[in-house]
């Protein structure tokens, strides 16, 4: 019965066999090379790196992608490996050296991570590279050996990726996007139809209108394992994203045509045609990312965007009859959804490879696809370079805490020292309250395993015994124990650790003692350092960038709207300001995704939050493109409704901002307008020009209307209707 719950228990938690896989690669690949390091060739230390190296990057890297993938990046990693083996073994010699380089290489191995969020998954290996050889025996001239060792194993590990038990390979980010843009070229068509025929299409909640809102979100970069999402610093992951949020906006765009549709059909409307060519757009440029087809042409958009720019000024009168502002506000609604629509084609094309023409890079959208990746990774590198970056906090935390272990461990002289460094590594969390939760189990599990391997090394004292058992406990420590839980994970790899040196090194019973007492230690610095440095974890950092980013995000906005009225030249610095808290929000978003929260207190809606501020940037770049600094200049009545817009909407945002600061959900809002009612107050002001200077107000107006809805959806994650997904946009 017992087993039989056992086996029961493993089946729920690993219902495709992916972790018992793994462990089973693993299991195979260690065996191998120990068995030829340590009885084959007859050496230890090759038995040693061999073993370490696969334990390493098989179960402490966390790589993305297909088997293929994992494999490549497994040995184009090889050189760092070296580099860092070699730097221990020639730093080993002092106990000062060897902390000083654990603190350098500490921080460069996690800070690496900002420029692509992917090698945090190869972090922990790195880290346990250096960590193993910086300890005694002082012995530069077995160097080689180590070398040798460690590509032994990474290459046959490699290889086993490939051709022994692939894992199946998940949805990746580019066919989410795929799917997401489906979903919403199906609800444009709804939209368009709903413009020409409102009573063809359904009223109400249409469930094509539900599902784009779901592809949508299931695109948005919280949603998806760090290790998948593309939050690099490279071209086509800067293209990815770019392409998600111009889904987003061409999604909330669309709604709003949706629901501002007439009462009667309207027969040829440039807007609805506008649409459709958006439809087509949209759908053959998102199966583009996964099919490998020939890349979109525009042509047949940005035909359709100039007749609708024609049509446009037949919506503003003749000077004598009122404007129709109904058709005023779908065709600036529809103009602004093809900006975003040609920005998620310029998008995927840049993803794919191509590089933007000079049309598409005019604006700051796509510049950066023009710079080489270094000067990109610096420039991420840069912003995070901040007293707020949650990842340089974390970076410095772990440098501190292992080189202190380092210390510790050579001061007391153990003879197992990296083991106290491994105990910090496992303990050692982005927060306290996470640092305290790994406190338990790892303890628990080290005693654990520490009285059955004493036990153990008291009834056998034969290596053979412990050669023969080998496979069995690795494939116990990191298949049966990963599913079982942290506390049976240390156990099982407590015993593990016992196996292997009771082969390489045989101490009897005391080698469990010497375990236990090194990890306590590792955990006690570990628990020390998570409480001593930034123990709130991202939320301070997150709070305190979240209310950055919504301040400069309403800096843009009135800066955005003074160019527009002939008081100054594009915002470029204040867009700049933007991106740069764009990118440590983010990081702190992802970070705080990491982290345990209190169940019963109530949290922000971080992703309506955000949401608020991503509606900024790429609107303000549009808005810019089609109407040009001082298109509003000498219109004084227009100048004080906008002025009058844009000081009431930085009030929405400071409030926002001022409940985020204090770690309160913002508080429920009226729910958004229609676009042709938010139109009223200034249709008193659409007689008094031509019908171009109405066309810019129109659409400045619609602009801001847009960033007040946005605004507006923020509310506490339980007030929001089940299935409603305007809190995503």
């Known amino acids: 019965m017992p087993a039989t719950s056992i086996l029961a228990r493993l089946r729920r938690r690993d219902p495709g066999d992916a972790v018992l896989r793994r462990a089973a690669r693993l299991t195979l690949v260690a065996s191998v090379v120990f068995y030829v390091c340590r009885y084959g060739a007859g050496s230890s230390t090759l038995a040693t790196y061999g073993l370490f190296g696969t334990i390493a990057a098989g179960a402490f890297a966390q790589l993305p992608g297909p088997a293929p993938q994992r494999a490549r990046i497994l040995v184009t990693a090889l050189p760092a490996v070296w580099v860092l083996i070699a730097a221990g073994t020639l730093l080993a010699g002092s106990t000062w050296s060897a902390a000083g380089g654990m603190l350098v290489i500490g921080f460069v191995v996690a800070f690496a991570g900002v420029g692509n969020p992917r090698l945090v998954g190869l972090a922990s290996a790195f880290q346990l590279f250096y960590i193993l050889a910086s300890f005694p025996p002082y012995e530069p001239g077995t160097l080689p050996e180590r070398l040798g060792g460690v590509t032994f194993a990474i290459v046959l590990l490699a290889a086993t990726e490939v051709l022994l038990w692939p894992d199946p390979v998940p949805v990746t980010y580019r066919q989410r996007l795929t799917a997401a843009a489906d979903g919403v070229a199906a609800f444009l068509d709804v939209a368009a139809q709903r413009l020409t025929d409102p009573h063809a299409a359904p009223a109400g909640r249409d469930p094509r209108r539900e599902r784009a809102y779901e592809l949508v979100a299931a695109a948005e970069l919280g949603r998806n394992p760090p290790e998948w999402a593309p939050s690099a610093a490279g071209v086509q992951d800067r293209a990815l994203r770019i392409c998600a949020a111009a ?35 949209t759908r053959a440029a998102g199966r583009t990312l996964t099919s490998g087809a020939p890349q979109v042409g525009l042509d047949d958009l940005d035909a359709a965007i100039e007749r609708a720019e024609t049509a446009y000024h037949a919506g503003t009168g003749d000077g004598h009859d009122p404007p129709d502002v109904p058709r005023l506000c779908r065709d600036a609604t529809a103009l602004a959804l093809a900006d975003h629509t040609r920005a998620f084609a310029v998008g995927v ?283 509003l200049a000498g219109w004084p009545a227009a100048a004080a409704v906008l002025t009058d817009s844009t000081a009431r909407l930085r009030s929405a945002y400071d409030d926002v901002a001022r409940e985020v600061a204090h770690d309160r959900a913002a508080g429920p809002r009226p729910d958004p307008t229609g676009c042709a009612e938010d139109l009223v107050r200034i249709r008193p002001l659409l007689g008094e020009k031509d019908s171009r200077s109405v066309r810019h107000l129109v659409e400045v107006d619609r602009w801001l209307t847009g960033l007040a809805n946005s605004v507006g959806r923020i509310h506490p994650p339980g007030d929001s209707e089940p299935g409603d997904r305007r809190g995503v946009r």
Request: with cysteine.
């Open 349 to 631: 094309r840049v993803a794919t490879g191509s590089r933007p023409g000079t049309e598409d890079a005019r604006t700051g959208l796509f510049e950066y696809a023009r710079h080489g990746p270094w000067r990109l990774y610096w420039w991420q590198f840069r912003s995070h370079l901040a007293p707020r970056s949650a990842h340089l906090h974390s970076s410095l935390r772990v440098a501190v805490a292992l080189a202190i272990a380092r210390v510790a461990a050579g001061l007391l002289h153990l003879n197992h020292g990296f083991w106290v460094l491994l105990a910090t590594l496992t303990v050692l969390r982005t927060s306290a309250a996470d640092t305290r939760t790994a406190l338990r189990p790892a303890v628990l599990g080290t005693i654990a395993g520490a009285v059955v391997s004493g036990a153990l090394m008291l009834v056998i004292d034969k290596p053979i015994v412990y050669a023969i058992v080998l496979p069995l406990t690795l494939m116990l420590a990191f298949g049966v124990g990963q599913l079982l839980g942290p506390v049976w994970q240390q156990a099982l790899f407590t015993v593990l650790l016992t196996v292997v040196f009771a082969q390489l090194n045989p101490e009897g019973w005391r080698l469990a003692e010497t375990r236990l007492i090194d990890v306590l230690l590792g955990a006690v610095i570990g628990v020390l350092a998570g409480v001593a440095m930034w123990p709130s974890g991202a939320s301070h950092d997150l709070r305190h960038n979240a209310t950055c980013y919504l301040a400069a995000s309403a800096d843009a906005v009135e800066q955005t709207v003074q160019a527009i009225l002939g008081g100054g030249a594009p915002p470029e610095r204040a867009f700049d300001r933007v991106r740069r808290r764009m990118a440590l929000v983010a990081s702190s978003y992802g970070q705080y995704h990491a982290e345990r929260h209190h169940p019963h207190r109530q949290q922000v809606n971080w992703d309506a939050v955000l949401s608020a501020g991503h509606h900024v940037l790429p609107g303000a770049e549009s808005l810019l493109r089609r109407n040009p600094p001082g298109c």
């Open 247 to 281: 889904l987003r906006e061409a999604l909330a765009e669309a709604d709003r045509l949706a629901t501002d549709a007439p009462p009667e059909p309207l027969g040829d409307l440039a807007a609805a045609g506008l649409l459709r060519s958006c439809a087509d757009t």
